[in-house]
């Protein structure tokens, strides 16, 4: 029961790091930027208060008694959100988009924003793994995302429903096509995409388990 409280606590400490996480980005950000930044917070808040009210029926049947199967659900939950933070590699099903063009931070945006309304349960770029508190933006040069610069040629790499992703990519595809400043635009859907990188735990804001 002590395993499942401290993963409750820690889901609600997750939440209150985002909202610092997103709130410290906002300084010097244009409109556009800023729409994005909301739009993944609010995201984020109703997928992790989704987690809570999970993570509560699931101490609920602790306490009842069921703990075996409490506890077995919980390790699964935990893969789950470790894989959403981007701590562990995952591989497959999932698209593998290339992008031959000087993007800027909204663009960049924009595509990771239409790769997780398709479902995208893990996303790397150019070899760095992206994730919903990830801040994108505008530096000389190029785009930085979370402090690491990144530039053309772009490689979009997601998991998750081989179906879904793959509408996206051609949606995307199809968009880039018609943008003057494209060289070139690619796609392909494959049964297994690995992606290695993992972030480091971030540390805490204000919230203690």
């Not at 590699?89 to 997780?116: E, F, H, K, Y």
């Not at 400043?181 to 805490?204: E, F, G, M």
């Amino acid at each position: 029961m002590g395993l499942i409280s401290a993963v409750l606590a820690f889901v609600t400490v997750v939440q209150l790091r985002s909202q610092a996480e997103v709130q410290a980005s906002l300084a010097g950000q244009n409109n556009t930027a800023l729409a994005f930044l909301i739009d993944d917070l609010h995201r984020t808040h109703d997928r992790l208060s989704a987690e809570t009210q999970v993570l509560s029926q699931r101490l609920q049947a602790l306490q009842a008694g069921n703990a075996q199967a409490a506890i077995s659900a919980l390790q699964l939950e935990q893969r789950q959100l470790d894989i959403i933070d981007g701590l562990v590699p995952v591989s497959g099903p999932g698209v593998v988009l290339t992008v031959d063009a000087p993007l800027t931070a909204v663009d960049v945006q924009d595509a990771l924003n239409n790769i997780r309304l398709a479902g995208a349960e893990a996303i790397m770029v150019d070899g760095q793994r992206v994730i919903t508190g990830s801040v994108v933006v505008d530096a000389a040069g190029g785009v930085v995302i979370d402090g690491v610069a990144e530039g053309s040629p772009w490689t979009f790499t997601a998991i998750g429903d081989p179906t879904q992703l793959t509408t996206a990519a051609e949606l995307m595809a199809r968009s880039l096509q018609s943008d003057p400043r494209v060289i070139a635009v690619s796609y392909r859907t494959a049964t297994t995409v690995k992606i290695p990188a993992v972030l480091k735990p971030r540390p805490l804001v204000y919230g203690t388990p």
